[in-house]
């Protein structure tokens, strides 16, 4: 199978170095036309991305080019954050990515989107959805998402993979504070009111670990993982779901989650670690290749903003392991402002996670 990466760098953005990613991508392939090229840019190009987009097609000898950019992106050759960049990753030999235009339930779609394109309409139709979301470090903008070669306005993209098999899997990475998830007995829109009965600020002070009981709480390190099925060994067995700490109010007791709690859930607190997400990447990865039930030709991974070389002091071990369990195999992604998931039987939207999806040809 015919699959390659090429990573271009430079001081200042230009249209040049989409041709000079696709060109390397091409050349290691051993291809002089490619069925289609994955794309990702760095948000220099959100703003005016077409004329990069032209030299990828002129590169790659189709038009079939999707992607988007972001604040950092990546291929198994390294990782680009802060300067402009282009990763490209082109296929050929039966293998493409495909527009999908009536999906069905078990379609396994690579979705792209900008922030506001995302909606749960969407994300509840029929296909199991794995990608990221477009945008910069502030989450703010600027975006761009592109497919057949062209900015998409409608803002998202979903192709297949045609010719490959896939499985995909979602890491979290985070540690728990608590043994045992409480029930979730009183809620308010995006408040947790009270767990078990008592006010839910004293359940997650009282798990803090002590250095971290100040008054001024780390609330870009702490999450609430909502679990599904059976609470006593959710958290084992990773049926959850990770929500970010928005806020806490002291004098009612509550915590605001980004999603709404619904009272008779159960939850937990938890912290983002390093460690934490280290290992359970690299647990990710091994069961995605049991699942394959053979050796990957080349694998996708969409992790956190959040969850790259800033969050490793310095290094991504997320791809990391990844290059080290399948040396030479290629792999592309960008760092992202969420990420998508098939989880717990729908489409999830995960923050601070990464997805990965690992592929051999069919």
């Not at 282009?86 to 339930?105: K, N, W």
């Not at 390093?274 to 080349?298: K, S």
Request: with cysteine.
């Amino acid at each position: 199978m015919k699959v390659a990466t090429g990573l271009a760098t430079s001081h200042t953005a230009s249209e040049e170095l989409a041709y000079q990613a696709v060109s390397a991508a091409m050349d290691k392939a051993e291809l002089s036309i490619a069925s289609s090229v994955l794309l990702f840019l760095t948000p220099e190009f959100a703003r005016e991305p077409q004329l990069a987009l032209r030299a990828a097609a002129r590169a790659a000898s189709c038009t079939q080019i999707i992607g988007c950019s972001a604040a950092g992106i990546f291929t198994e050759q390294d990782w680009v954050l802060d300067t402009p960049a282009a990763a490209a990753m082109v296929f050929g030999d039966g293998v493409s990515l495909e527009p999908v235009h009536h999906a069905q339930d078990e379609d396994l779609l690579l979705t792209l989107a900008a922030p506001n394109a995302i909606h749960t309409e969407w994300l509840d139709k029929p296909g199991e959805r794995f990608g990221g979301v477009s945008g910069d470090a502030t989450g703010q903008g600027p975006f761009c998402v592109w497919q057949g070669g062209r900015v998409v306005q409608l803002g998202r993209c979903e192709v297949a993979i045609h010719g490959a098999h896939g499985v995909v899997g979602v890491s979290q990475g985070v540690r728990s504070l608590n043994q045992q998830p409480f029930e979730i007995t009183q809620a308010n829109d995006f408040d947790v009111q009270k767990l078990a009965g008592q006010p839910a600020l004293n359940a997650l002070m009282r798990d803090l670990p002590l250095e971290l009981r100040d008054e001024k709480l780390p609330l870009h390190l702490l999450m609430a993982g909502i679990t599904y099925g059976d609470p006593a060994t959710a958290i084992a067995e990773g049926r959850y779901r990770s929500a970010p700490i928005i806020a806490v109010n002291p004098l009612q007791g509550s915590v605001t989650l980004s999603v709404r709690p619904v009272a008779g859930e159960h939850l937990f607190w938890a912290m983002r670690q390093p460690l934490a997400a280290e290992r359970d990447m690299r647990l990710t990865v091994e069961n995605l290749q049991q699942e394959l039930q053979g050796a990957p030709d080349f694998g996708l991974c969409f992790p956190c903003m959040g969850r790259g070389p800033y969050f490793y002091g310095g290094v991504d071990l997320d791809l990391q392991i990844m290059q080290k369990r399948f040396p030479g195999m290629p792999v592309i992604g960008f760092y992202g402002n969420g990420e998508f998931a098939p989880f717990n039987g729908s489409n999830q939207l995960f923050q601070y996670a990464a997805v990965s999806g690992l592929f051999r040809h069919v």
